[in-house]
């Protein structure tokens, strides 16, 4: 099992830019989701999504999209970069979010995206 | 007032010694807690679930309490592969989000 790939893991952009993040994972977890980690800041949540089709809003969506055609695959869309947007960016996926400190719960994380806006 | 809030650090340890932190959690609805670790320029991984009674794992013991709303960590018998940053992380009953602290970092000296 690869467990949750994420691609690129570094990139630059210029404001204005759009891009795609890449996550997949092959645990055949129901539950993906996208976090930014900001210096001093815990991670955030952008945007989640509980099975394929089905997405929502996290703490932080704006200036993100996400879809979620398969159960392997989350991308995450930036549409217009901002240097507020600068940070490092997780997928993580579980078997669900069911309430309950069981093994349902762990996270498992992607080795992030390193994003700098100019 | 952040929701689950941490004590930044670092707290510097020479090895061998034990090691505790709290966490302080705002939502009194929240169910679920855990500790992740996070490696330097790496991703978080799960450390353990904090069960109501306390739960020990070799030298982690993690430990709740509702009443005071925090939930601590104690590493015994430190080694210098434990220096890491520890996010704490509370799921509450309402959303089933997860809300994670920004990290303690342990720094563990020879």
């Known amino acids: 099992n690869a467990g949750v790939t994420q691609t690129p893991k570094f990139q630059v952009l210029k404001t204005g830019q759009s891009m795609t993040l890449q996550c997949a994972q092959d645990m055949n977890h129901e539950y993906m989701s996208w976090y930014r980690q900001d210096p001093g800041m815990g991670l955030r949540l952008i945007h989640y999504?509980?099975?394929?089709?089905?997405?929502d809003q996290g703490e932080v969506p704006n200036g993100y999209n996400v879809s979620r055609s398969t159960t392997e695959d989350f991308p995450l869309r930036l549409l217009s970069a901002a240097p507020s947007q600068t940070s490092v960016y997780f997928c993580?996926?579980?078997?669900?979010?069911?309430?309950?400190?069981?093994?349902?719960?762990?996270?498992?994380f992607g080795p992030g995206t390193r994003l700098t806006v100019l | 007032r952040k929701e689950v809030e941490q004590d930044p650090g670092p707290f510097n340890v020479p090895e061998g010694a034990t090691v505790a932190f709290n966490c302080t959690y705002s939502?009194?609805?929240?169910?679920?807690f855990f500790w992740y670790r996070q490696d330097c320029r790496k991703e978080p991984k799960l450390l353990m679930s904090v069960y109501s009674s306390g739960n020990e794992d070799g030298r982690f013991t993690a430990q709740l309490n509702r009443a005071s709303q925090y939930i601590s960590l104690l590493i015994r018998d430190s080694k210098l592969s434990d220096s890491a940053t520890y996010l704490c992380v509370v799921m509450t009953r309402s959303n089933y989000q997860l809300i994670w602290g920004a990290g303690t970092k342990l720094i563990i000296k020879p």
């Open positions: 939502n009194s609805a929240s169910q679920s």
């Open positions: 993580a996926s579980s078997y669900s979010t069911l309430a309950g400190a069981s093994s349902y719960n762990e996270q498992f």
């Open positions: 999504s509980v099975g394929a089709g089905i997405t």
